[in-house]
């Protein structure tokens, strides 16, 4: 999945959050009486034509009261700010304002990586100037992580591999990241999908696993505890719905789930070549005992090793 996608899952999923971290200037208009939708990107392809960018996540706020206007939030995630086009930006804001008829629109870019982008567009002449675009820039790269270690917003905590530290703080961000994850999301598929976000982003090698399990047992302690319950939950819930569509989801839920754990245990290679074997084992059972093994496994190679022998058919 690509870093667009990624972020636009994280806008979608987290509304109100991302509108607090990324556009915290506008975010006092957001109150507890409005309500935000993300527009449908089916209508938006049928409207705006080839203008249309999958990356932009519109975000249309809404008072149900009727006494304000309705406010619109267009966020694009640039992972190369050579890519960035300001003018495509402003194109796609006075499409987005004339569809909705509302001048109420908010441009926010988010910046991964360093370069240089343009934060403004004047059109005009020597003599007036008569359109002046600018966006709300939001650089990651340039946000002190330490700043947000602590902050009760989700979208901050898990971002904060994607912010500014020093190396050898690199394990406390990424350990204050997931006990964010941990304290701030109930929901155990959302802890799933935004553990991996976490993981992709910190970029761990096996070595940091293995400090980062040692120096904060308990947050690796939890999330594996949670992977695991997860995966009995799968199971169970696959069994007791007593059809095979529904065991085949239990079995899909806990070897993405194992996979999740072997790239957190040991690298995102480890998990890459633990998958084609983890598809050949059908045996719920099997699966469960390599959820419990893999907590006990000293290093990559006798996970492989263990994987290797539980997919082997049984002569």
């Given at each position: 999945?690509?870093?667009?996608?990624?972020?636009?899952?994280?806008?979608?999923?987290?509304?109100?959050?991302?509108?607090?971290?990324?556009?915290?200037?506008?975010?006092?208009?957001?109150?507890?009486?409005?309500?935000?939708?993300?527009?449908?990107?089916?209508?938006?392809?049928?409207?705006?034509?080839?203008?249309?960018?999958?990356?932009?996540?519109?975000?249309?706020v809404?008072?149900?009261?009727?006494?304000?206007?309705?406010?619109?939030?267009?966020?694009?995630?640039?992972?190369?700010?050579?890519?960035?086009?300001?003018?495509?930006?402003?194109?796609?804001c006075?499409?987005?304002?004339?569809?909705?008829?509302?001048?109420?629109?908010?441009p926010?870019?988010?910046?991964?990586?360093?370069?240089?982008?343009?934060?403004?567009?004047?059109?005009?002449?020597?003599?007036?100037?008569?359109?002046?675009?600018?966006?709300?820039?939001?650089?990651?790269?340039?946000?002190?992580?330490?700043?947000?270690?602590?902050?009760?917003?989700?979208?901050?905590?898990?971002?904060?591999?994607?912010?500014?530290?020093?190396?050898?703080?690199?394990?406390?961000?990424?350990?204050?990241?997931?006990?964010?994850?941990?304290?701030?999301?109930?929901?155990?598929?959302?802890?799933?999908?935004?553990?991996?976000?976490?993981?992709?982003?910190?970029a761990?090698?096996?070595?940091?696993?293995?400090?980062?399990?040692?120096?904060?047992?308990?947050?690796?302690?939890?999330?594996t505890?949670?992977?695991?319950?997860?995966?009995?939950?799968?199971?169970?819930?696959?069994?007791?719905q007593?059809?095979?569509?529904?065991?085949?989801?239990?079995?899909?839920?806990?070897?993405?789930?194992?996979?999740?754990?072997?790239?957190?245990?040991?690298?995102?290679?480890t998990?890459?070549?633990?998958?084609?074997?983890?598809?050949?084992?059908?045996?719920?059972?099997?699966?469960?005992?390599?959820?419990e093994?893999?907590?006990?496994?000293?290093?990559?190679?006798?996970?492989?090793?263990?994987v290797?022998?539980?997919?082997?058919?049984?002569?």
């Amino acid at each position: 999945m690509s870093h667009d996608q990624n972020f636009k899952n994280l806008i979608v999923d987290y509304p109100y959050e991302s509108i607090a971290f990324f556009a915290a200037v506008e975010a006092h208009a957001v109150d507890a009486g409005a309500r935000i939708l993300p527009i449908r990107e089916e209508q938006l392809k049928e409207r705006l034509g080839e203008r249309f960018r999958e990356l932009d996540v519109p975000l249309l706020v809404e008072w149900p009261d009727g006494q304000r206007a309705a406010l619109l939030f267009v966020l694009e995630e640039e992972t190369d700010p050579k890519r960035f086009s300001i003018h495509r930006l402003a194109h796609y804001c006075l499409d987005l304002a004339e569809l909705f008829k509302t001048d109420r629109v908010v441009p926010v870019v988010i910046f991964l990586r360093a370069g240089d982008y343009p934060a403004r567009l004047t059109l005009g002449s020597e003599r007036s100037g008569y359109l002046d675009f600018h966006y709300l820039s939001s650089a990651l790269f340039q946000i002190p992580a330490r700043e947000h270690l602590h902050s009760r917003n989700l979208v901050a905590r898990l971002i904060l591999p994607s912010m500014a530290y020093a190396p050898q703080d690199k394990l406390e961000v990424y350990a204050q990241a997931v006990r964010g994850l941990i304290e701030l999301e109930p929901h155990p598929e959302k802890r799933l999908k935004y553990a991996d976000f976490i993981d992709i982003y910190a970029a761990l090698d096996e070595n940091e696993r293995q400090v980062y399990s040692q120096r904060y047992p308990r947050e690796a302690a939890e999330m594996t505890g949670f992977a695991q319950r997860f995966i009995q939950e799968g199971i169970q819930q696959g069994i007791q719905q007593g059809i095979q569509q529904g065991m085949e989801r239990g079995l899909e839920a806990e070897r993405r789930l194992l996979l999740l754990m072997a790239k957190m245990r040991f690298d995102a290679a480890t998990a890459t070549r633990s998958a084609p074997l983890l598809e050949r084992i059908g045996d719920p059972e099997a699966l469960e005992l390599l959820g419990e093994a893999l907590p006990d496994s000293v290093d990559a190679a006798t996970w492989l090793a263990a994987v290797t022998q539980a997919a082997e058919p049984v002569t």
